[in-house]
């Protein structure tokens, strides 16, 4: 073998021997969510972070939807699935009983999971849910002199409340036990500026930093080539996107030289997402689409015929969809579809307007799904509560409506003359210029600022590698 050979392979050792040690110098974290991982995507955008600052990262939750491509990818997180309680709900067993069988089994499954596990520098929890999740993770972080922090999303009590009546003893339990382990915490972040001033003031939680939310890099515009491309995956499943012609659907149509363009009489397109549970109305949006489809039939040429995709899953769908299937509409197509992690930002981008019912239990958190629409350039209708103004500004990058009637008349406004006169997007110019403005600050630089710090508290950053 030359010398030549030998430097080489010296030089390939030592390379090697550089990554095995610079491996060994990132510092673990763990990421928790009581909760289906692929539908939990500020966790996941944290470990995505995490991750590319140069820590190895445990994403611990349960699983169900697939989480998205990028975090299944990257080789320094780990996705550690828990075993779900078993279902009680058919078997007899009395609610309290189920309820508390089910708290029991999370907090074995959690802490023995966390265990098991690496041993971790910092360990983030997602709140809601927070039972048994904040004294389980409290109790290991204790154990193992690990910093325990809290992501506030929201509080659990107030959702356990809309099921119960806010003086139940369990909503006063729930309550209790997030106040007591959210001060234990060593620090956390939080949705908005109200959540914070709320948990400084009610709650005497201080060290809270605020970390809104931002559209992910799968969240953006689409080409009209991408559009048609969508529309002709999802014609395969549903009629109403199809054409009798191979190369158009009912939005786009390819010409014989190649040129693609928008259909003269196409339909317009109506996303929302939803969770289907008792702090997201859909009788609001059922009853708007209900007068849209009266309007439509008694001006057929100043209305379009509308096509309406309601994402999601939840306990309220099958009720739900039971009365639309009664309306029998001639005019309005409700279809409620589950998305992939990789279709949804192109069904939102491919969209004419988003609507978004979530009215927070607490009236402090934001709609990430409104994060989601901005950030593929989709304008939206929300339902107002206390802290929406800190992400929509009504007639400046969103509209804002109260009641049934107000959306119904919005919806009517929006797509009068569709899509030939669109005399009211003119009026709101700025409204689409502050849209782009706000896709243009991504999620990593606001985490950087915001998040990154709580993980070097000790003064040392993580090895970038």
């Known amino acids: 073998m ?8 010296e030089h390939d050792e030592e390379q090697k021997h550089e990554t095995e040690e610079s491996e060994c110098e990132r510092s673990h974290v763990s990421v928790v969510v009581l909760g289906d991982l692929g539908h939990s995507p500020r966790m996941t955008y944290h470990a995505l972070s995490l991750s590319q600052e140069g820590y190895e990262v445990n994403l611990v939750g349960y699983a169900g ?9 990257d080789q320094h997180i780990t996705l550690t699935y828990m075993r779900p309680p078993p279902d009680l709900s058919n078997t007899g067993v009395p609610k309290i009983l189920s309820f508390v069988f089910k708290v029991l089994w999370q907090s074995l499954v ?58 139940h003893p369990l909503v006063f339990i729930y ?35 605020v970390l809104y939310d931002r559209p992910a890099e799968r969240f953006h515009s689409l080409t009209l080539e991408e559009k048609h491309n969508l529309f002709l995956k999802l014609s395969s499943s549903f009629p109403c996107f199809s054409s009798d012609d191979p190369d158009k659907t009912a939005f786009t149509e390819r010409y014989a030289d190649g040129r693609l363009d928008l ?7 109506l996303v929302s997402s939803t969770s289907w549970t008792e702090d997201e109305d859909f009788s609001i949006l059922f009853h708007a689409l209900q007068d849209y489809e009266n309007v439509r039939q008694e001006f057929p040429d100043h209305y379009p015929r509308l096509v309406v995709v309601v994402t999601g899953k939840g306990p309220m769908k099958k009720y739900y969809t039971s009365l639309v299937e009664n309306q029998r509409w001639t005019n309005v197509v409700l279809l409620t579809p589950w998305m992939t992690a990789e279709d949804y930002p192109k069904l939102l981008a491919s969209a004419d307007l988003g609507v978004c019912l979530h009215f927070s239990s607490s009236g402090l958190d934001l709609p990430m799904k409104v994060v989601d629409m901005f950030g593929s350039g989709l304008p939206v209708a929300a339902i107002s509560y206390l802290a929406l103004p800190e992400l929509v500004k009504h007639n400046e990058n969103g509209l804002i409506f109260k009641t049934k009637e107000e959306l119904a008349n919005l919806l009517q406004d929006w797509f009068r003359g569709y899509p ?15 849209i782009d403005e706000f896709r243009r600050l991504q999620w990593h630089p606001c985490w950087t600022c915001n998040a990154l710090p709580l993980f070097c508290q000790d003064g040392n950053v993580a090895k970038h590698n």
């Open 110 to 167: 959690l802490f023995f999971t966390l265990i098991m596990g690496p041993r971790a520098k910092a360990l983030l929890l997602q709140n809601p849910p927070g039972v048994p999740a904040m004294p389980v993770c409290w109790f290991y972080c204790f154990l193992t002199r690990t910093k325990f922090f809290i992501d506030w999303h929201n509080y659990g009590y107030t959702i356990l409340a809309l099921s119960l009546r806010k003086s």
């Open 65 to 73: 939807s697939k989480p998205q491509e990028d975090l299944l990818n």
């Open 263 to 269: 259909c003269e009489d196409r339909p317009a397109l």
């Open 175 to 209: 309550r209790m036990t997030e106040k007591v382990f959210g001060k234990l915490a060593h620090g956390g972040l939080c949705v908005t500026k109200a959540m914070k001033v709320d948990l400084e003031s009610n709650w005497g939680i201080h060290r809270v930093t």
């Open 420 to 434: 030939r006169e669109t005399a009211i997007k003119e009026t709101y110019y700025d409204f689409y210029k502050n």
């Open 2 to 9: 030359s010398s030549d050979d030998d430097q080489d392979q």
